[in-house]
């Protein structure tokens, strides 16, 4: 997410209600660098403010005409209620937006970690400095969300003059990952006491390929168990029960098909939905 002419629109419209305010900007701040969220706290949380107004107004105009064209009870209490749950949907999604984004990069990030290691251990082995190798690291779009945290330290060391041990420290400040931080954690360390890299990136390397083996092996078990729940559950299950629903209605004289309409149409979606959410939630992604 990246600042826009609507976004420094809002910026401007609410500027001084956020001075005014005075709220402490720094966590909030960071929490938006570690989400990867290009924008300053005041614009983001500007356009937040507007879009929950925007959202208000549209739901509120719509459910107006509603209850205008159908005035009744039913139609003034959707006025309140719809207009009143949008509001707090759109406030609550768009809050929790940073630390969830922060979440799913720190999730990535973690994925990669292992493999950008060896390539860190391949590149230190060649007597390359942590800034090139972190430089070369930004060039590599394999790594997916690592590449964007190694554009940051190489802007900072390349392009804002900053130290290497500073701009690793930054690093440390901003990533969503812990695993990511306790890697450059290690790396600052070694830097300080003045040892090599090459021991150090040997054994995180060997630790992080055998978590990452043991974390596959145990997503290719739950992938297992869920595949073969779901062929019991929405396969096989919905089959018998439609047969078993047809015999007994032979047998008694006629097929209520009102069930076998809701089964069809509202519970086998429904459980569709609920394993692909199962799915996408985290299970099976590393694999």
């Given at each position: ?31 938006l660098e570690k989400a990867d969220i290009a ?242 939630s985290g299970m099976g992604e590393s694999i």
């Open positions: 997410m990246k600042s826009t002419k609507y976004t420094r629109f809002c910026r401007q419209l609410f500027t001084k209600t956020f001075e005014r305010l005075d709220i402490s900007e720094t966590n909030k701040k960071r929490m924008m300053v706290y005041k614009e983001y949380y500007s356009m937040v403010l507007m879009n929950i107004i925007i959202g208000f107004i549209s739901t509120f105009i719509s459910t107006l005409i509603l209850y205008i064209i159908a005035p009744h009870p039913i139609t003034a209490l959707l006025l309140l209620v719809v207009s009143s749950l949008a509001t707090i949907g759109i406030g609550l999604y768009y809050v929790s937006l940073p630390r969830a984004k922060a979440k799913a990069r720190g999730k990535k990030i973690d994925r990669h970690l292992p493999y950008a290691a060896n390539f860190i251990n391949t590149m230190s082995v060649a007597g390359i400095s942590p800034a090139e190798i972190f430089e070369a690291l930004s060039n590599v779009e394999l790594y997916g969300e690592i590449q964007k945290e190694a554009q940051k330290i190489a802007i900072e060391i390349n392009m804002m003059g900053i130290d290497t041990i500073t701009a690793l420290k930054n690093a440390i400040n901003i990533s969503p990952s812990d695993k990511f931080k306790e890697f450059i954690q290690g790396i600052l360390a070694v830097i300080q006491s003045g040892s090599e890299l090459g021991p150090y990136f040997d054994r995180c390397v060997e630790r992080y390929m055998t978590n990452d083996l043991v974390e596959r092996k145990r997503d290719l078990e739950s992938l297992a168990i869920m595949a073969e729940s779901f062929v019991v559950t929405v396969i096989a299950f919905p089959l018998f029960l439609v047969i078993i629903i047809s015999v007994m209605g032979l047998t008694s004289g006629g097929i209520d098909f009102v069930f076998l309409y809701i089964i069809a149409g509202v519970i086998l979606p429904l459980a569709y939905v609920g394993f692909y959410v199962m799915m996408s």
